[in-house]
T-cell receptor, first 107, second 115 residues
Framework: KNEVEQSPQNLTAQEGEFITINCSYS?????LHWLQQHPGGGIVSLFM???GKKKHGRLIATINIQEKHSSLHITASHPRDSAVYIC?????????FGTGTSLTVIP | GAGVSQSPRYKVTKRGQDVALRCDPI?????LYWYRQALGQGPEFLTY????????KSGLPNDRFSAERPEGSISTLTIQRTEQRDSAMYRC?????????????FGDGTRLSIL
């Protein structure tokens, strides 16, 4: 049983498309993180949310605490957005991670 | 990356050998986490330190795995009598403060391959 489920597992999009990646979790959380893992393996923190919505450039993250669900949106997608996007939730001092969504944006 | 240095970047060793993986949270600080990441999977929690105190080691797979952070800065994850199933990417991450609204900063990881 995974505490964090992501969908889809794999996603291919044409450049310019609007992309949505979903994350559902089953535990009580204090924060939810969206991470980006580059093909070279490095992991970068994109967002940390405990409520509502955050925006950074073309990236938007939302969370619905009651429904235990978060979405990551990418507007006007670009090939450089190709990466694995990982959802992680914090409960106490523990972190649980989804298995990631592999995004490929085709020119 | 992100103020966390891990070494070595790659480690290849024979089954049965002991390995020590190092994590230096260059910028400090308070909380340090160790994770293991298998190919195609998200990171899996191993253990967590608050300063030098190991607060939670519930994710360590068995007693061949141990970790220490004696001076509250650099941490070492040790795997004794390695087995092939230990092959994975091992990552550490730091959290600058104790508040729960702090992001994690990940190192680039150590890719461990057991032959």
């Amino acid at each position: 049983k995974n505490e964090v489920e992501q969908s889809p597992q794999n996603l291919t999009a044409q450049e310019g498309e609007f992309i949505t990646i979903n994350c559902s979790y089953s535990v009580g959380i204090s924060a939810l993180h969206w991470l980006q893992q580059h093909p070279g393996g490095g992991i970068v923190s994109l967002f940390m949310l405990s409520s509502g919505k955050k925006k950074h450039g073309r990236l938007i993250a939302t969370i619905n605490i009651q429904e235990k669900h978060s979405s990551l949106h990418i507007t006007a997608s670009h090939p450089r957005d190709s990466a694995v996007y990982i959802c992680a939730v914090r409960t106490g001092n523990q972190f649980y991670f989804g298995t990631g969504t592999s995004l490929t944006v085709i020119p | 990356g992100a103020g966390v240095s891990q070494s070595p970047r790659y480690k290849v060793t024979k089954r049965g050998q002991d390995v020590a993986l190092r994590c230096d949270p260059i910028s400090g600080h308070v909380s340090l986490y160790w994770y293991r990441q298998a190919l195609g999977q998200g990171p899996e929690f191993l253990t967590y330190f608050n300063y030098e105190a190991q607060q939670d080691k519930s994710g360590l797979p068995n007693d061949r795995f141990s970790a220490e952070r004696p001076e509250g800065s650099i941490s070492t994850l040790t795997i004794q009598r390695t087995e092939q199933r230990d092959s994975a990417m091992y990552r550490c991450a730091r959290i600058p403060g104790q508040k729960e609204d702090q992001p994690q900063h990940f190192g680039d990881g150590t890719r461990l391959s057991i032959l």
